[in-house]
């Protein structure tokens, strides 16, 4: 670990993003436009009208990425200044495929009331806000509170973002299996921010059986959960009501999705699932279930979160392309209507006549990607109307 290669680039790069000035400052007359006396002009028409700050300003294409390194990764709550390379490394992504300038805030609290109250006062500096890498149940707190409560699109890419692409892949691999994304019978296992997520995802994408499991088996309405997150989840998934470990709950399935450990799945129960079924292992580093151990039980269409495997199910194709075409819009949200429409236009990346069992995803270093996000984003929030130009 200590002589990677990775470790040796963030010695060599000291941080991922930089700012940089879009204006001429070189003259006594172009430091007066770009700073005092001209600027006060600027504060002074955004004083009496607040909305001109996107205008004025660059805040219309900025966005603050903020973690409290509570779930950082695979690696857990390592805390936030052990976050920063990851939330650099986001707005590098950032930048680099979807032109938005991100910032990287780490805060050292964990209590949601502070979280909540350090992001809200923030709202006047930023487009909108990308939480990242924060624990289940507060996330979901931390989020829905956020949303109801600030002007500005707010989205948390390990819940959403992850749900987005698993739905892209749902989309096509239900195309190379002949299946109707209405009649599968899903399994999640996994209910923390992600799988949660998944599970109300997959509903509203029109799978109508979903069953979540977690690490004390099936969730089923009526039992008692100390998390109220799998509370509520369990009212929505499971009608059938079946108990038991996933083992049990694999029998008989069309899609497997897994955001929890790995090396939990096996041959054997991948053979106990419906005719060649979708597996979807997503457990970094080591998924599940390896693709090769997935087909062997009979697996039709296997993704991980791995690159070295095909179909990679990889966030990346989400969070630039969202929050671009957010922004152009100066969308208040980021709504269902909008996240659908970013599967869709995923699943659409891959063309027909190359879609296989092997390629029902794109890779996500390809921009048309991104750019097809954003187009399909700021159509659905002008259509939905939570569009603002």
């Given at each position: 670990?200590?002589?990677?290669?990775?470790?040796?680039?963030?010695?060599?790069?000291?941080?991922?993003?930089?700012?940089?000035?879009?204006?001429?400052?070189?003259?006594?007359?172009?430091?007066?436009?770009?700073?005092?006396?001209?600027?006060?002009?600027?504060?002074?028409?955004?004083?009496?009208?607040?909305?001109?700050?996107?205008?004025?300003?660059?805040?219309?294409?900025?966005?603050?990425?903020?973690?409290?390194?509570?779930?950082?990764?695979?690696?857990?709550?390592?805390?936030?200044?052990?976050?920063?390379?990851?939330?650099?490394?986001?707005?590098?992504?950032?930048?680099?495929?979807?032109?938005?300038?991100?910032?990287?805030?780490?805060?050292?609290?964990?209590?949601?009331?502070?979280?909540?109250?350090?992001?809200?006062?923030?709202?006047?500096?930023?487009?909108?806000?990308?939480?990242?890498?924060?624990?289940?149940?507060?996330?979901?707190?931390?989020?829905?509170?956020?949303?109801?409560?600030?002007?500005?699109?707010?989205?948390?890419?390990?819940?959403?973002?992850?749900?987005?692409?698993?739905?892209?892949?749902?989309?096509?691999?239900?195309?190379?299996?002949?299946?109707?994304?209405?009649?599968?019978?899903?399994?999640?296992?996994g209910a923390g921010a992600a799988g949660i997520a998944i599970g109300k995802y997959l509903l509203a994408l029109g799978v109508k059986?979903?069953?979540?499991?977690?690490?004390?088996?099936?969730?089923?309405?009526?039992?008692?959960?100390?998390?109220?997150?799998?509370?509520?989840?369990?009212?929505?998934?499971?009608?059938?009501?079946?108990?038991?470990?996933?083992?049990?709950?694999?029998?008989?399935?069309?899609?497997?999705?897994?955001?929890?450990?790995?090396?939990?799945v096996s041959s054997e129960m991948i053979s106990k699932m419906a005719k060649d079924p979708i597996v979807f292992a997503l457990a970094?580093?080591?998924?599940?279930?390896?693709?090769?151990?997935?087909?062997?039980?009979?697996?039709?269409?296997?993704?991980?979160?791995?690159?070295?495997?095909?179909?990679?199910?990889?966030?990346?194709?989400?969070?630039?392309?969202?929050?671009?075409?957010?922004?152009?819009?100066?969308?208040?949200?980021?709504?269902?209507?909008?996240?659908?429409?970013?599967?869709?236009?995923?699943?659409?990346?891959?063309?027909?006549?190359?879609?296989?069992?092997?390629?029902?995803?794109?890779?996500?270093?390809?921009?048309?990607?991104?750019?097809?996000?954003?187009?399909?984003?700021?159509?659905?929030?002008?259509?939905?109307?939570?569009?603002?130009?």
């Open positions: 670990m200590k002589d990677s290669l990775a470790l040796q680039k963030h010695f060599e790069w000291r941080g991922k993003v930089e700012t940089k000035v879009k204006v001429p400052v070189s003259t006594k007359e172009e430091l007066m436009l770009c700073y005092t006396p001209g600027v006060a002009d600027a504060c002074m028409a955004i004083h009496e009208q607040p909305e001109l700050s996107f205008e004025l300003t660059g805040r219309a294409n900025t966005v603050a990425v903020i973690t409290d390194g509570t779930a950082i990764l695979g690696l857990g709550n390592i805390g936030p200044e052990a976050g920063m390379p990851v939330m650099e490394g986001k707005c590098a992504l950032f930048k680099h495929f979807g032109g938005v300038d991100a910032f990287p805030i780490c805060l050292r609290t964990t209590d949601p009331d502070e979280i909540v109250n350090t992001i809200k006062l923030l709202e006047g500096s930023f487009g909108g806000i990308n939480l990242e890498d924060i624990s289940a149940p507060r996330c979901f707190e931390v989020e829905s509170r956020l949303k109801r409560e600030m002007d500005i699109p707010v989205f948390h890419d390990d819940q959403h973002g992850t749900a987005i692409v698993v739905g892209a892949g749902v989309i096509n691999a239900c195309k190379v299996t002949g299946r109707d994304i209405h009649t599968v019978r899903a399994v999640v296992n059986d979903v069953v979540m499991v977690d690490r004390q088996g099936v969730l089923v309405e009526g039992e008692e959960y100390p998390n109220t997150a799998h509370m509520e989840i369990a009212k929505l998934t499971n009608r059938e009501f079946i108990k038991g470990s996933l083992t049990d709950a694999l029998v008989g399935r069309d899609l497997f999705v897994g955001v929890s450990v790995g090396n939990i970094n580093p080591i998924p599940e279930i390896t693709p090769d151990k997935a087909k062997l039980g009979g697996a039709k269409v296997v993704g991980t979160g791995s690159s070295q495997y095909p179909n990679q199910v990889n966030n990346v194709m989400v969070f630039p392309g969202m929050f671009r075409g957010a922004l152009d819009v100066r969308a208040s949200d980021v709504n269902i209507q909008m996240m659908m429409a970013a599967s869709y236009a995923i699943a659409s990346s891959v063309a027909e006549s190359d879609l296989t069992c092997e390629n029902v995803l794109p890779v996500a270093v390809d921009q048309r990607v991104h750019d097809a996000v954003a187009d399909a984003v700021r159509k659905a929030a002008r259509e939905s109307g939570v569009a603002r130009k």
